[in-house]
């Protein structure tokens, strides 16, 4: 029998599990995940969790793909449908998105999923709440939508400890062993130490502070994104589409009776990675901490938008961290510095839809495969030549970063 690839993997959010999935399963390599908390508590529970297929490059596209795929296989494996697949409708209000809706149109095609075009009185069909206007038009994908984040996380680690990984929580990595340049292990909270012949940096926003007291400087910064929820309202229902539209840099979706939104807004709300608490949901932004001059700033267009947000209540707001780079796509590969450390992070508000994408990926980086997208568009050392340097320590570069959340338009 051929001898396994031992590899240690630094996180068990949604990523690092995910990565331990795929692994393991390939029976090429013996995984052992540690987290320093519970499995899939950190930010991946904070997300959304929209898992929309419509995306700015064709191998992020692809990505999303195959989250859907191994999503699907997950739930008829441990016989737990839990997504919650009411499709999604992207919205045009004028020329340019027109354009972008074509080229997700073609994106759809060569992929080989499933859309419509629908007019505006299609749009007020299915989604009665939302006023739109008469010249708007809407590319629907009928089979997107959301899964509880949490519950994803726990079905990857379902499944590679199946295939033999062993998952271990409440068990920080408190230091990495060097030699030249190769990392041949890590040292974990009980002062044990863990031989790899492979380790994978999964540790979400905390990931650039480890690595730079190894002299990696991670080109991303920890950045809010937030969504609120309404009280019930008699409009809305779970079998809702979800809806994402640009010009009002807005996504809504049900939450059972409730409506969840969330805006891109102009805040560059910014920390800087070494303020992070372990316990993220006790973590605040220095900057406009309850959200309130984002909801200014964008009210008058949500409520034309949407004019039962009159009367909902607000019950509940959400501001979490997502780690953020320069381009808005995650940093996934093999790091210049050592030739057998990875790292998996930046994913920049979609590392929930990216989840399975991101574990085969890093499974044929690590087992030396081909890949199945284009890996360089994601390579960690893509800023190198950046000026200024691209170092998540300094606070220019950190608001570059939250500059790329500003600026989206994609899910
Ligand atoms: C408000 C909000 C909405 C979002 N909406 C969406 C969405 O709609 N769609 C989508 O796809 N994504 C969304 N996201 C983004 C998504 O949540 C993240 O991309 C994803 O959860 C990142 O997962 P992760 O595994 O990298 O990080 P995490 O889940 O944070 O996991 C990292 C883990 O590493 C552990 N760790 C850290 N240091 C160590 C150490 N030294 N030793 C051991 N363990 C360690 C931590 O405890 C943590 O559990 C949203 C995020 C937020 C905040």
Not at 92 to 120: H, I, K, M, P
Not at 122 to 142: H, M, N, V
Not at 160 to 165: K, S
Request: charged share 15%; glycine share 6%.
């Amino acid at each position: 029998m051929a001898v396994k690839q031992q590899v240690v993997i630094i996180g068990g959010g949604i990523l690092g599990l995910a990565i331990a999935h795929y692994l393991q399963s390939s029976e090429q390599a013996q995984v052992t995940l540690f987290e320093r908390g519970e499995l899939g508590a950190g930010t991946t529970s904070q997300a959304a969790a929209l898992l929309t297929r419509a995306r700015s490059s064709d191998s992020a596209a692809l990505m999303v793909h195959e989250t859907h795929s191994t999503l699907r296989m997950l739930e008829q494996r441990f016989n737990l449908p839990f997504a919650q697949r009411c499709g999604c409708l992207h919205i045009a209000v004028n020329d340019n998105e027109r354009q972008q809706q074509q080229r997700y149109f073609q994106q759809a095609q060569q992929l080989d999923v499933g859309t419509q075009w629908l007019d505006s009185r299609d749009i007020q069909r299915l989604l009665p709440w939302l006023a739109i206007t008469a010249d708007s038009s809407a590319l629907y994908y009928p089979d997107d939508g959301h899964a509880d984040p949490y519950t994803l996380a726990q079905l990857y680690a379902r499944s590679a400890r199946a295939a033999g990984a062993q998952i271990i929580s409440h068990c920080a990595v408190n230091r990495l062993e060097l030699q030249g340049n190769k990392l041949t292990g890590v040292h974990i909270a009980s002062g044990e130490f863990i031989r790899a012949d492979t380790v994978v940096l999964a540790a979400g926003p905390w990931s650039a502070a480890l690595a730079c007291d190894y002299d990696i400087a991670l080109a991303m910064a920890p950045v809010r994104s937030h969504y609120w929820i309404t009280s019930n309202q008699p409009q809305v229902d779970a079998k809702q589409p979800m809806a994402i539209i640009p010009s009002a840099k807005a996504y809504f979706r049900s939450e059972q009776s409730a409506l969840l939104f969330g805006v891109r807004d102009s805040q560059c709300c910014v920390a800087d990675p070494r303020a992070l608490p372990h316990d993220i949901h006790s973590f605040h932004f220095a900057e406009d901490a309850n959200g309130w001059l984002a909801l200014e700033e964008h009210w008058h267009s949500l409520l034309t938008l949407c004019p039962l947000l009159e009367q909902a209540q607000l019950a509940y707001y959400l501001s979490g961290v997502s780690s953020y780079t320069p381009d808005g796509k995650p940093l996934l590969g093999r790091l210049e510095q050592y030739s057998n450390a990875f790292v998996a992070t930046g994913c920049s508000g979609a590392g929930i839809a990216f989840s399975a994408g991101i574990g085969r990926l890093l499974s044929e980086q690590i087992l030396e495969q081909p890949t199945f997208v284009n890996a360089e568009e994601f390579s960690p050392s893509r800023f190198a030549a950046m000026q200024p340097k691209a170092d998540p320590m300094s606070p220019e570069f950190r608001l570059h970063c939250a500059r790329a959340r500003s600026g989206k338009s994609t899910g």
